[in-house]
């Protein structure tokens, strides 16, 4: 009835959602870190990146954070709202964690999202460019390591520290595990291509077959433009 485009979760295991039409987006590798990186990047106190967790008053700059980094990558996304990181800071609470902050000086430049309950592991963590390059979120020198080095000393005292999804730039260990990050269902086929795009013109004819949502059966024309 509200024709939601889709729907997503993090599985516990993909066999569970596949015979519902969850298909995996994404997947993430998990690396465990013991220490410290002895590689600093040289900064002026006022430019080190710090965690610190998230107050109420600041989930409004995070979920604009995250819309503007969501925005600059992607055509379809989930709405990351204020009372979206409300929840997650309440789920998180739950495992024994929260939202972390990355900030230099006193600017909020990125979060993540953190647990304790079986040690302290982090994931999403994200950092808003410097340089404004949102197709990638640690576009900027030293990004990724000065991250690494806020999270491990904010927990300095309770290492190893669990990253899941690290991002790219960080040199990763052979023996990093990979693992489904999100599964998506679409849910009302006209609402999800509607929000879609190309970069040239591009038509084409698909038969299309949900034997869970029977709305979205039939054949379609797709016809998308820049």
């Known amino acids: 009835k509200r024709k939601e485009p889709f729907t997503f979760l993090t599985p516990a295991s993909e066999e569970i959602y596949v015979p519902f039409g969850f298909r995996t987006a994404s997947r993430r590798k998990e690396v465990i870190i013991h ?9 002026r106190q006022k430019e080190k990146l710090y965690c610190r967790p998230a107050k109420e008053e600041d989930l409004q700059e995070a979920a604009k954070i995250s819309g503007s980094i969501l925005a600059g990558r992607c055509m379809v996304y989930a709405d990351r709202s204020v009372d979206y990181f ?37 994931w999403e963590a994200a950092v808003f460019p ?7 979120p640690f576009a900027w020198e030293g990004a990724e390591r000065q991250m690494i080095n806020a999270l491990t000393e904010y927990f300095s005292g309770k290492l190893p520290l669990k990253v899941k999804g690290p991002p ?27 929000r879609m ?24 024309q797709f016809v998308f433009t820049p």
């Open 130 to 136: 410097q340089n404004g390059n949102l197709s990638n």
């Open 86 to 122: 409300r929840r997650c800071q309440k789920e998180q609470e739950a495992m024994e964690g929260g939202i972390l902050l990355f900030c230099r000086g006193n600017q909020i430049c990125g979060y993540c999202f953190t647990g304790e309950e079986y040690g302290p592991e982090v």
């Open 197 to 220: 795009s190309a970069a040239e013109y591009v038509s084409f004819t698909l038969a299309v077959r949900d034997e869970i949502v029977p709305e979205n059966n039939g054949t379609f």
């Open 168 to 194: 790219l730039e960080l040199e990763l260990p052979e023996q990093a595990e990979e693992k489904p990050a999100t599964m998506v269902r679409i849910l009302n086929l006209p609402s999800f291509v509607e």
């Open 35 to 43: 220490k410290k990186s002895s590689r600093d990047v040289p900064l």
